[in-house]
């Protein structure tokens, strides 16, 4: 009967635990202990992407209002679908 040995492998696996990152979900070993992205490029990607997130949350209700008053042909002293629209979205844009 042959006796079970841990590999080198893992007891590495154990001082180095790998973990899914945060954007790709790549598996990698973080260098710290707060490291949640495998690279510049991917923490980078992922701020962007709430950035994205945070304004439409910011200008969906004037979109939302803008696409009401388009479609109830609510419009008003020479505004077109297309200028209504086109101001809603500008909100996407606004600081
Ligand atoms: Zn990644």
New binding site residues.
Partial sequence: MSTATASPNAFSAKQDPEVA??????P?TPRRRWQT???A???T??HATEARKEAIQRAAPALFEALRRIAASELVDGETPASVATAAIKELRAP
């Fill in positions: 990152c945060g954007y790709c979900s790549t990698f992205f495998c690279s490029r991917c923490r990607a992922f």
